[in-house]
């Protein structure tokens, strides 16, 4: 993060998964990055002349031979080149081969991320993610501060849909400014929704900020890592709060705007009936969904092999999860990388979502991927993947 950006080419880490924070933030910044190479890495590299990443192949060469780096340029070429066709079709509709509708909207953190999201022709931001704003400082940022940034990114896609998820650190995000406590299990501790809920002075500032923005913009809120309707009522109760505190101000805001939550924890997924009945929408982070359904920490390469967002028991969730919402007419979008993954697209509309929200460079990609899908040969896809037993299979199936 604090690398400038024009110096900043990829990077290579000795640790981590391909889900990481780190990883999501290369996918957003549209820069190479491999992960998990192991300690050796850090002796590998001291002395170094030449270092080539190819982060499609997951490889990092060291000193490698002229014809090799030659490959490399060729290959970055080639990617160019069909970046600018992908960028010829950017205003073609995200629609199935057979007129079905599906949202395409970017994942961003901040206003620069909005732009690239509004060049690639994004129906808005599926997720803003607001911790950035608050990471690698001493001091929490104040409520005006966090209105110029909804309100920027609001800007760069006028008359979009704004989805901003409130603060969720923790885990793999750590926050000076809270001081959060180390803990032996940070990914079942104290972060997400549980933090606002319990230091609502860090949250009502938030909630205030993104009522005014809304004032003047389609600002939608969403929660993250809610694991009981109890947690989500609470949070309505805290917007209710700030909704009276600017009214109290004087200071214009959005009166009723739409309150959804994130899936990512199984209790969500299975119980996605009651919080239908409460929640306005729902986004589904696979990321976080896959890690703990399968107990598979995201971040941590000795058990990466095991991760697996393509395993079925995490494609029965999701299917569980459209059909709950869809009886109670809410909507359903996937904001986790596998939104990115256009092999995984047609099964992902098959299973029953809405909406799919990605980093801006994945958008052009997951568009063709839409407008080749037809939506019965999808659910006939969907309902054989569901039916199997391993993600090796599912694999398999996409690859055919």
Not at 48 to 66: C, H, S, Y
């Amino acid at each position: 993060m604090s690398v400038p950006r024009d110096r900043l080419l990829g990077f290579a880490l000795a640790a981590g998964g391909m889900t990481a924070h780190s990883s999501i933030l290369a996918r957003s910044l549209g820069i190479p990055a491999v992960v998990g190479l192991g300690d050796s890495l850090l002796d590998t590299v001291q002395g170094t002349e030449t270092l080539a990443l190819d982060g499609g192949a997951g490889i990092l060469l060291v000193n490698p031979p002229e014809h090799e780096l030659q490959r490399l340029r060729d290959l970055v070429a080639q990617q160019r080149a069909e970046r600018d066709v992908l960028r010829t079709e950017v205003d073609r509709p995200s629609v199935t081969g057979d007129g079905v509708m599906i949202g395409l909207l970017a994942n961003a953190a901040n206003a620069a991320d909005a732009s690239a999201a509004q060049e690639w022709g994004a129906a808005g931001i599926g997720l803003l993610r607001t911790e950035l704003l608050f990471l690698e400082r001493s001091a929490l940022p104040d409520e005006e501060e966090q209105l110029a940034l909804y309100q920027a990114v609001a800007a760069a896609l006028p008359n979009q849909p704004i989805t901003v998820r409130t603060l969720d650190v923790g885990g793999d995000k750590p926050m000076p400014a809270l001081a959060l406590p180390r803990e032996a299990n940070p990914f079942l501790g104290w972060r997400g929704l549980r933090i606002g809920l319990d230091r609502p002075e860090t949250l009502l500032p938030q909630l205030r900020a993104l009522l005014r923005a809304g004032a003047n913009a389609d600002i939608r809120i969403m929660l993250p890592m809610v694991t009981s309707v109890a947690e989500f009522r609470r949070a309505r109760a805290l917007l209710d709060e700030a909704r009276r505190q600017l009214a109290d101000a004087g200071l214009p805001c959005a009166d009723t705007p739409q309150l959804g939550m994130m899936v990512e924890v199984p209790a969500a997924a299975l119980n996605a009936a009651a919080f239908a009945r409460e929640a306005d929408f729902f986004s589904i982070g696979t990321n976080d969904l896959t890690q703990y359904t399968l107990a598979c920490d995201r971040g941590n390469e000795r058990v990466s092999g095991l991760y697996q967002p393509l395993h079925p028991a995490v494609l029965r969730l999701i299917a569980m999860t459209c059909e709950a919402a869809h009886a109670y007419g809410r909507h359903v979008a996937v904001c986790g990388d596998l939104a990115g993954d256009a092999r995984a697209t047609p099964l992902l509309i098959g299973l029953g979502v809405d909406e799919l929200s990605c980093a801006a460079g994945q958008i052009a990609l997951v568009r063709r991927a839409i407008r080749a899908t037809d939506t019965t040969a999808a659910r006939e896809l969907a309902a054989r993947a569901l039916a199997c037993a391993a993600a090796e299979e599912v694999h398999a199936l996409l690859s055919a």
